[in-house]
């Protein structure tokens, strides 16, 4: 049997435990999990799933599991591949620096995480590397180590292509990725076109998720309540709008497909599960920099402005909750001139 592939996963949350399940299920892969808040338990108990996809598996643990990237690479690595699958909050954490002790001369980066720009700092701090982009349409969350997953784990993975290496090279270890992860249970499939498919997939992630995490309502009570209407189509537009003016023409359909995508369940969106977990939001990759692009083309967006503007307070509700903002006793007022 051929050896396995060397894969350090850095976020083992709703997603990244179906893709370590996954990488695992297929034999070919050597997971090693960094784990935080979920460290002893799984070492104790490992994770228990319900999977759409598995169905209901006990104590699943991955091949190792380590405290911290350095621990994961002194008993573990190198590593062929980097799995980040965090949330992605440039505004509070750099994770760029935080896998950089794991990536080594061989190992290529694997972004499985929604939002667009999200690629940048990898492409400056590791100039020389391959960086692989997951788009997933899976719907998953962890709590506690109890996973539940819901929504069937179909997954995009593709190239944010480096122009100094050459195509067949970063396609092929594309593929390898692919080959490792797809089995009979899922769909794992080679995206022949990255920029499409992430502004494709915030048509979900930049309308539905905010909506759902600033009313607290899941999407079955979002239509029941009436509120799949007029503002979530309009997101929508304006994304599509945004996409348009930055070359990616999306087809009109994409909206009822999205509307329509996690039927026939209560399904919580990922932000909303942020805010009931009391977690920081994706904002800057899912909302801010669709905006920063809009603003630059001239592309009008009065209603993701809005609920942009409200889910930076929530934020920084949340800052203060976790102690990153402290807010003084005595609050500023403009003095009178
Ligand atoms: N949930 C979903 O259904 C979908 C999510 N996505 C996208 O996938 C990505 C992951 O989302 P999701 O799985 O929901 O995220 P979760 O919040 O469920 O999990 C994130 C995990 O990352 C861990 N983590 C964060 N920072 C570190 C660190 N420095 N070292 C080690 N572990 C760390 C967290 O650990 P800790 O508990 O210690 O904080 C947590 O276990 C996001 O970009 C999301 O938008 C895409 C499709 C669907
Ligand atoms: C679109 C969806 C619901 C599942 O893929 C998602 O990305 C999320 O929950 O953030």
């Not at 104790?44 to 759409?52: E, L």
């Not at 992605?88 to 994770?95: G, W």
């Not at 069937?152 to 992860?181: H, M, R, W």
């Not at 402005?305 to 990153?324: D, F």
């Amino acid at each position: 049997m051929a050896s396995r592939s060397k894969v350090l996963l850095v976020g083992s949350g709703g997603v990244g435990t179906m893709v370590a399940y996954a990488l695992e299920y297929s034999g070919k892969a050597e997971v090693t999990s960094v784990l935080r808040s979920d460290y002893d338990k799984v070492v104790k108990d490992g994770f228990t799933i319900d999977s759409c996809d598995y169905g209901h598996i006990e104590c699943f643990r991955t091949t190792n599991i380590a405290k911290s990237v350095s621990d994961a690479c002194e008993n573990h690595g190198p590593f062929e591949y980097v799995v980040l699958v965090t949330k992605c909050v440039p505004d509070v954490t750099n994770m760029v620096e935080i896998i950089a002790p794991a990536v080594t001369e061989e190992s290529t980066v694997v972004l499985i995480q929604n939002g667009i720009g999200i690629e940048t700092g990898f492409k400056q701090k590791f100039p020389g590397h391959t960086i692989l982009s997951g788009v997933s349409m899976i719907g998953s969350a962890n709590r506690g180590a109890q996973i539940s997953h819901e929504v069937s784990d179909f997954v995009k993975i593709g190239v944010f292509y480096n122009p100094t290496l050459p195509k067949e090279k970063q396609d092929a270890v594309c593929k390898k990725f692919i080959d490792i992860y797809d089995n009979d249970k899922i769909e794992c499939t080679f995206d022949e076109d990255v920029k499409f498919s992430r502004w494709r997939k915030l048509v979900y992630n930049s309308c539905i998720n905010p909506v759902s995490a600033l009313v607290d309502l899941d999407v079955g009570r979002i239509e029941l309540f009436g509120g799949d209407g007029g503002l979530i189509e309009q997101l929508m537009n304006e994304i599509l709008a945004i996409a348009k003016s930055d070359g990616v023409d999306l087809p009109e359909d994409v909206i009822e497909f999205m509307i329509r995508s996690d039927d026939p369940n209560y399904y919580k969106p990922s932000m909303q599960v942020d805010v009931e977990k009391g977690n920081y939001l994706e904002i800057e990759v899912i909302i801010g920099n669709p905006l920063r692009i809009a603003k630059k083309n001239g592309v009008s967006t009065p209603a993701l402005s809005v609920i942009y503007e409200l889910l930076k307070l929530v934020q920084c509700r949340i800052k203060e909750q976790k102690g990153l903002i402290v807010v003084p006793k005595e609050r500023p007022v403009p003095t009178s001139a």
